[in-house]
């Protein structure tokens, strides 16, 4: 039987974090919070939600967060790992239609796409992750629907062969890379997605949003 | 008949190309870039390779951005160096970065009772 366990990268996340955690739990019981240099309770609400925490003593960055839970992952002995966002903007019951996709499709990397459904996207939302989905295209030569989203399912493959060296929000574009690096298959979900006030502020701005575009460039051609 | 005739330059230069290509195509297949890298790069350097060999083709990019005079070539050459001193420095900072970030991530894996040591990616 698969192993699989839920990695959250949070940050200054302890009002909506409790929330997730108790919902990736209704589907999967193993749930590691990756606590990226929080400087609110975010922690202490994790290990009350009942899951296993691991601290990063500085902000690294989105990037470093998911590649330390997949790490401990891998050295936990899981098969497959589901990463979600923190901030409540990715529906947990989805999680189960994610390891079906994962399983009939043998797929190595499952990414939930948050345009393949009716939701209320804002344009801003629209545009850059469009920018973010050309600009991964160009880096890798793999077009994919929603290359920015947190939602996604690594399965055993992926999970013993991925090493992420971007730190920041860029880690989206280098998890396509390494698909096209490894040759992994990839597969796609529909997914729900709330946009609130909340998950506005602490997503992308138009421009960090350029300047993970810079990077991302930078660091491929300069590589 | 007219003789083909190269200067050292136009012989050197496309050699070099050809090393960097096969160093490209190298890591390729050392799954160190991916194939769609490999071929940007194999575009970038037939491109060098072109210019060397065919300098006349620069007369159309001379006549598309206004570059005529040698002050002006020589100004936007030192813009290219400039721009590229200043990529190196982007990349040695994000260099120090990564090695801070791997010194976190392994402290906060340690600190939660998983040893960091064992972990190394597996071939598949």
Redesign the interface.
């Known amino acids: 039987m698969t192993k699989i366990c839920v990695v959250i990268p949070a940050y200054n996340e302890a009002t909506h974090i409790g929330a997730v955690i108790r919902g990736a739990k209704r589907f999967k019981e193993d749930v590691i919070v990756v606590i990226d240099g929080s400087t609110d309770e975010t922690a202490e609400v994790s290990r009350q939600a009942g899951a296993r925490v691991i601290v990063h003593a500085e902000n690294c960055g989105a990037g470093a967060a998911t590649m330390t839970g997949l790490s401990a992952a891998r050295l936990l002995g899981f098969d497959a790992v589901i990463t979600i966002d923190a901030d409540g903007q990715h529906a947990s019951a989805d999680i189960p239609r994610l390891i079906e996709i994962a399983a009939a499709e043998k797929a190595d990397l499952v990414v939930a796409n948050r345009f393949g459904r009716k939701n209320n996207i804002p344009l801003i939302r629209r545009i850059a992750n469009a920018a973010g989905n050309m600009v991964t295209f160009l880096v890798t030569g793999i077009y994919l629907p929603d290359t920015q989203c947190g939602f996604k399912l690594f399965g055993k493959r992926a999970l013993g062969q991925i090493q992420l060296r971007m730190s920041g929000f860029e880690f989206c574009t280098e998890v396509i890379r390494e698909a096209a690096r490894y040759r992994w298959k990839i597969s796609t979900m529909p997914t729900k997605v709330v946009y609130s006030e909340y998950t506005m502020a602490k997503g992308q701005s138009f421009a960090s949003g350029l300047k993970t575009a810079a990077k991302i460039l930078l660091r491929t051609f300069l590589r | 008949m007219n003789e083909l005739q190269f200067t050292p330059y136009q012989i050197v230069v496309p050699l070099f190309c050809l090393l960097m290509v096969t160093y490209a195509w190298n890591l390729v297949f050392r799954?160190k870039?991916?194939?769609?890298?490999g071929?940007?790069w194999t575009l970038f350097w037939a491109a060098i390779a072109y210019i060397s060999l065919f300098p006349g083709s620069l007369q159309y990019l001379s006549a598309f951005t206004g570059i005529k005079k040698n002050e002006n070539a020589a100004t936007i050459t030192a813009l290219g160096i400039v721009f590229f001193i200043l990529?190196y420095m982007?990349?040695r900072i994000?260099e120090l970065?990564?090695r801070l970030?791997a010194i976190?991530?392994g402290?906060?894996?340690k600190?939660?009772g998983?040893?960091?040591v064992?972990?190394e990616?597996?071939?598949?």
């Open positions: 799954q870039k991916t194939i769609w890298e071929g940007l990529f982007i990349i994000e970065e990564q970030t976190i991530r402290k906060a894996l600190d939660a998983i040893d960091p064992k972990e990616p597996k071939k598949m």
